[in-house]
């Protein structure tokens, strides 16, 4: 089987609108109109590999990416580092210093789709390439932005309609937060649990050790985020010493996480990625005897499949994940939407990803279409 093409359709697909942001916090969402583009890798058989970038990469980084991968095969590609075979790097395990999984041009993109590709060809799903599932369905929770406590309290009615157990929330430090929390618990109790994030907008330890304070009595939080900036360890240990709740990092680098944990300040770790670098960096949690969960990008149905890869295969991932696009773009771009029941999405069992592309929901947001050559 060889690679014969690459489609690259560039989409913008909006947000719901008031699904997001609530206008008195946040006028306009913004980051629903930068664009992403959607690949499909076409081969000499009736097999192919679909795969989505994160927002804003340039077109051009996509472009250089299929050229590396057209006319080659997916049964040569190491799936670990799939620019290798491309690129003339060896892979003989001899190199000095920890090895680490493949980069290049829009590379998370196009990993998913050789994983879908070859997952395909074997007649099996991604999680199986990489080491297996070792569980059928993965924890999931509600999302949503900046909200006010009425708007929160109507995101909470339609979580529970949904059948979700919790929620993530977007925040400031200048919001009414207890205010917000207390509408909240009004509407799901004590046991539907928020996850406090607020992109390190507490600002500083004093600041998020006094919210923390007075939010106890509310009851109804899960674990802070992210609360301060990530560079301010000792911020963190003294936030870490006064909570009554789990502390945790967003983080994208096993550096970074030995760091957090030879300071001791976190509890747990957001951690983003594929199926194959997530589960990665999950290990080094699980040597700490720390879970973690899958975070998100308010992307669109392909990479939030993969990411449920990911967070089937590693063992600690037990904190509930965020796969939220489905329920915040006007589409997700594939056939059969993301299921979510109880608090959990199940594991996807078929071959490849297990999602097709929404070829007819495509002309409704795409801006630029182009198929590459060899």
């Given at each position: 089987m060889i690679i014969t093409s690459v489609d690259v359709w560039t989409v913008v697909v909006p947000t719901i609108p008031g699904r997001v942001h609530s206008p008195e916090w946040v006028a306009e969402t913004g980051w629903d109109q930068v664009a992403k583009h959607i690949i499909r890798l076409n081969t000499d058989s009736e097999l192919?590999?679909?795969?989505?970038?994160?927002?804003?990469?340039?077109?051009?980084?996509?472009?250089?990416?299929?050229?590396?991968?057209?006319?080659?095969?997916?049964?040569t590609i190491c799936l670990r580092d799939i620019f290798a075979v491309a690129d003339d790097r060896v892979l003989d395990g001899d190199e000095r210093g920890v090895p680490s999984t493949g980069s290049g041009p829009a590379y998370q993109a196009f990993e998913m789709a050789i994983l879908d590709l070859v997952?395909?060809?074997?007649?099996?799903?991604?999680?199986?390439?990489?080491?297996?599932?070792?569980?059928?369905?993965?924890?999931?929770?509600?999302?949503?932005?900046?909200?006010?406590?009425?708007?929160?309290?109507?995101?909470?009615?339609?979580?529970?309609?949904?059948?979700?157990?919790?929620?993530?929330?977007?925040?400031?430090?200048?919001?009414?937060?207890?205010?917000r929390l207390q509408a909240m618990r009004e509407v799901g109790g004590v046991d539907f649990k928020v996850t406090v994030d607020p992109n390190e907008r507490f600002h500083t330890a004093a600041q998020a050790i006094d919210l923390a304070q007075q939010l106890v009595d509310v009851g109804n939080v899960e674990v802070f985020e992210d609360p301060i900036p990530?560079?301010?360890?000792?911020?963190?240990?003294?936030?870490?010493?006064?909570?009554?709740?789990?502390?945790?990092?967003?983080?994208?680098?096993?550096?970074?996480?030995?760091?957090?944990?030879?300071?001791?300040?976190?509890?747990?770790?957001?951690?983003?990625?594929?199926?194959?670098?997530?589960?990665?960096?999950?290990?080094?949690?699980?040597?700490?005897?720390?879970?973690?969960?899958?975070?998100?990008?308010?992307?669109?149905?392909?990479?939030?499949?993969s990411y449920i890869h990911a967070a089937a295969i590693a063992p600690n991932c037990t904190m509930a994940s965020d796969f939220v696009g489905s329920w915040t773009r006007e589409d997700d771009l594939i056939l059969e939407p993301i299921e979510f029941a109880d608090g959990f999405t199940p594991t996807p069992q078929k071959p490849g990803l297990g999602c097709e592309l929404d070829v007819e929901a495509l002309p409704r947001y795409v801006q630029h279409h182009e198929q590459i050559h060899p």
């Open positions: 192919v590999g679909i795969g989505e970038t994160g927002r804003g990469m340039g077109l051009e980084e996509v472009q250089k990416g299929a050229r590396l991968l057209v006319g080659t095969s997916p049964d997952g395909k060809s074997r007649g099996v799903p991604v999680h199986a390439l990489l080491g297996g599932a070792v569980r059928s369905q993965v924890r999931s929770d509600y999302w949503m932005g900046h909200q006010t406590p009425e708007d929160g309290k109507r995101a909470v009615e339609r979580a529970l309609s949904f059948g979700f157990k919790g929620v993530k929330i977007k925040c400031r430090i200048e919001e009414p937060m207890v205010e990530k560079a301010d360890i000792e911020g963190y240990i003294q936030i870490h010493e006064a909570l009554e709740w789990p502390l945790a990092m967003h983080l994208g680098s096993g550096g970074k996480m030995l760091e957090a944990l030879q300071a001791g300040c976190v509890d747990c770790f957001n951690l983003g990625s594929g199926p194959v670098k997530m589960p990665d960096l999950a290990n080094i949690a699980a040597a700490a005897g720390m879970p973690c969960w899958h975070g998100s990008g308010n992307d669109l149905g392909i990479i939030d499949t």
